[in-house]
């Protein structure tokens, strides 16, 4: 295993529309990015994250995909731990602090991301890391990631080998609408005796604030994807 880097090979931003500021944003930044930085489109026709993230798998160039969301802030070492915990006949499964809406706030006025277990995060946010999990220990991650119990499926922290992603032919793009494209997906790589591995003490990520279009049972099979 080469050494790990702290920078991807590149960078897709996906965008599900429906104007053109994400596109200038990143054109803009993209000029003094310190790797190729890429921008995806797709017209807003609803919630279809699904397609969206097909879109940047397909065009993406490397042979490991490591995929978050776009209201997420990462550690420094987030891709070196990816990087470090990728296994042949695996894929990797993170999860994510949430911020409380003062921590979020403090963010985006320019503050300093920190994390530590002190920090101003909701600890008790259903399938985020708890407060144990806010030290960054890469040994510790190797070890737990051997273990079982990978926990609950969340495509804002996840990676894969793209041959693995092009096998199981990606996303549903028929499931549009909040939720359950991300655990559709795992349960076809779990066919393909794939393990996900789970990620504790390193890949740390914090969640901004933000109303959220969740449901309160995700497993509800009443929910359209259901």
Known sequence: MPMPHQFPDEVIVTDDGPGADTRFLVQDLARDFPVPLHHVWQEDEGFRAARARNRAIASSRGEYILMIDGDMLLHPNF???????????????????????????????????????????????????????????????????????????????????????????????????????DLELAVRLDHLELRRRSLRYAALAVHLYHPSRAVGDRNDPSLPNN
């Open 79 to 181: 891709v070196a731990d990816h990087q470090q915990l990728a296994q042949p006949g695996c894929y990797l499964q993170g999860k994510r602090f949430q911020a409380t809406p003062d921590e979020t706030q403090r963010l985006l006025n320019g503050g300093n991301l920190r994390i530590d277990p002190l920090q101003n995060f909701d600890f008790h946010e259903r399938f985020c890391f708890r407060r144990r999990h806010a030290w960054h220990a890469p040994w510790l991650a190797h070890f737990k990631a051997r273990l079982g119990h990978p926990g609950a499926v969340m495509s804002c922290n996840m990676s894969f080998w793209r041959q693995d992603l092009i096998r199981t032919n990606g996303f549903d793009e028929r499931m549009q609408g909040y939720g359950s494209e």
